[in-house]
């Protein structure tokens, strides 16, 4: 969440909303202490595979070079500062994965993009709603728009699940509001994934879900209620203070290995032996 105080507005991004829906206090350790935020493997070949993408796409190399411009990126990731966090990933697979995920965007994905869209599309769109007082925007980057719909590129371990990515995915429906806003697609259109999953061969996959103005709709609502917490969090300034917000351990990605900023969070109180199933359990 951004706030410009000279225009009134406060601006989200799809990856906030869903920081804070999942756990708020992530969303604050995020702002206050970004220099615990570390690229994990799995991000890093996702960044990797999608500057390849980017190069065909924007026709900067032949179709053929794509993975070239992938592993070009990777190693640029590997030589920054801090480095790249292993987690379940072999190491030894890593440059492997960003070759053989860029070819399969390639080979499964490619051929089903439409031509003539927008790479790396960044927006700014008015919601049409305020939250104490300032106008709500959202902000963001499509990683390709076309009039037929948006794109989104993902590198993945498993299969997306349709049912899911229909029924709830923030993404989609703030990228299509702001795809409608913009003039480019209609109220009602569609928001791909293509996914690329990682294994010993790695496969494309596209999932299309809809949206409507219903979608548009909700996902503002959720925008709205997510920014008045944090004014009440923050008393109207925006800024988080050290007093945590909500704690939720409950999803998958309260790990040491998915979340930055477990060693000052509930890594602080509970370490590996701890989470051991007793004898007695079971
Ligand atoms: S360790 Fe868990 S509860 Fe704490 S910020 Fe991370 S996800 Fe949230």
């Not at 206050?32 to 493997?41: G, H, M």
């Not at 065909?56 to 030589?79: C, H, M, W, Y």
């Not at 920054?80 to 399969?104: C, K, Q, R």
């Not at 008015?126 to 106008?135: A, I, L």
Request: aromatic share 10%; net charge negative; proline share 4%.
């Amino acid at each position: 969440m951004r706030i410009d105080e000279e225009t009134k507005r406060v601006f989200v991004r799809q990856s906030w909303l869903k920081d804070v829906l999942l756990c708020p206090e992530r969303a604050r350790l995020s702002y206050t202490k970004p220099e615990f935020k570390v690229t994990n493997d799995s991000a890093a070949i996702g960044t990797a595979v999608h500057a390849g993408i980017e190069a065909i796409l924007t026709n900067t190399v032949p179709l053929v070079d794509g993975p070239i411009v992938s592993l070009a990126k990777f190693r640029q990731l590997e030589s920054e500062s801090p480095g790249i966090n292993h987690t379940n990933i072999n190491p030894d697979h890593w440059h492997g994965h960003v070759v053989a995920l860029t070819n399969a965007w390639i080979q499964d994905i490619y051929p089903r993009v439409p031509s003539g869209g927008f790479c790396e599309k960044s927006f700014e769109v008015f919601t049409g709603e305020s939250v104490n007082g300032y106008e709500l925007w959202f902000e963001g980057t499509m990683d390709y728009l076309h009039p037929n719909g948006v794109w989104d590129w993902k590198t993945a371990a498993r299969k997306y699940s349709l049912l899911e990515k229909q029924t709830q995915d923030v993404q989609a429906s703030i990228y299509s509001f702001a795809a409608n806003k913009m003039g480019v697609v209609k109220e009602k259109s569609i928001f791909n994934f293509g996914v690329m999953i990682r294994g010993s061969n790695a496969t494309g996959q596209i999932v299309s879900v809809s949206r409507s103005k219903a979608h548009g709709d909700f996902v503002i609502k959720q925008a709205m209620s997510a920014v008045a917490y944090a004014f009440a969090m923050t008393n109207n300034t925006g800024v988080p203070t050290d007093e945590r917000w909500l704690v939720n351990d409950q999803h998958y990605l309260c790990s040491q290995r998915w979340c930055s900023w477990w060693s000052v969070c509930k890594g602080a109180h509970i370490s590996e032996p701890d989470n051991e199933i007793g004898e007695n359990n079971g």
